[in-house]
């Protein structure tokens, strides 16, 4: 069955510490892959995707991520978190035969201390 | 970027009641939109999938009966809940799409529907 995990509900993070955060996907191709952020009682904004090409993909607010097609993974990263970053992160895959239909990985919440 | 808005942003029911959300895109036409539930602390759970002028079609669970999905014009979807109870209580998220927006996926900011 086709799924997407991020194994970490829950991650703290200190202000300027760095932030990784895990997505794995189970799917029979590579599917579309993509990362968003959702505060408190809003909507989801999109930090970045990748379509093909470059595994590396450069994303908004200092946000990137990397492509793994041998570990079917997508981890999310930030060199320096700032206290704004606070919020639930998504990841979430977009099957290449199933356009638009999106299946979101269960999120972590980053919590960032002082 | 592409703006999605959703009206109510929170609706209170009694139960038994119908509610209708309205989700719109405000600067693009939306050829196709998306609609979300999420519960508190979990993922978005598709629920369907509507195209301006057909049928909405239902992620498998989802009672079309229960959950009305129109999508009447390029800029507009609305989803109705039909005689709401208390375990139809979640946060309802829509997105859409069109070809203006490369396929681009863009979320509505969510509509907090809780039914007493």
């Known amino acids: 069955a086709q799924s997407v995990t991020q194994p970490d509900i829950h991650i703290t993070v200190s202000e300027g510490a760095s932030l990784e955060l895990r997505c794995n996907y189970s799917?029979?191709?590579?599917?579309?892959l993509f990362w968003y952020v959702q505060s408190p009682g809003q909507g989801l904004q999109l930090l970045l995707k990748?379509?093909?090409?470059?595994?590396l993909v450069q994303g908004i607010k200092g946000f990137e991520a990397e492509f793994k097609r041998s570990q079917s993974s997508f981890n999310l990263r930030k060199p320096s978190v700032h206290w704004s970053d606070a919020a639930e992160y998504f990841c979430?895959?977009?099957?290449?035969?199933?356009?638009?239909?999106?299946?979101f990985g269960a999120g972590t919440q980053v919590v960032v201390t002082p | 970027g592409a703006v999605v808005s959703q009206h109510p942003s929170w609706v209170i029911c009694k139960s038994g009641t119908s509610v209708k959300i309205e989700c719109r895109s405000l600067?693009?036409?939306?050829?196709?939109m998306f609609w979300y539930r999420q519960f508190p602390k979990q993922s978005l759970m598709l629920m369907a999938t509507?195209?301006?002028?057909?049928?909405?079609?239902?992620e498998q669970g989802v009672e079309k009966d229960k959950f009305l999905i129109n999508h009447a014009s390029l800029t507009l979807s609305t989803l109705t809940v039909t005689s709401a109870h208390p375990e139809d209580s979640s946060f309802y998220i829509c997105?859409?799409?069109?070809?203006?927006?490369?396929?681009?996926?863009?979320f509505g900011p969510g509509t907090r529907l809780t039914v007493l």
């Open positions: 997105s859409a799409t069109g070809t203006q927006t490369y396929n681009e996926q863009f």
């Open positions: 799917y029979g191709a590579t599917p579309y």
């Open positions: 990748y379509f093909s090409g470059d595994t």
């Open positions: 979430a895959v977009e099957a290449t035969d199933s356009w638009g239909k999106f299946q």
């Open positions: 600067d693009f036409q939306a050829t196709t």
């Open positions: 509507s195209n301006e002028g057909s049928k909405a079609t239902y």
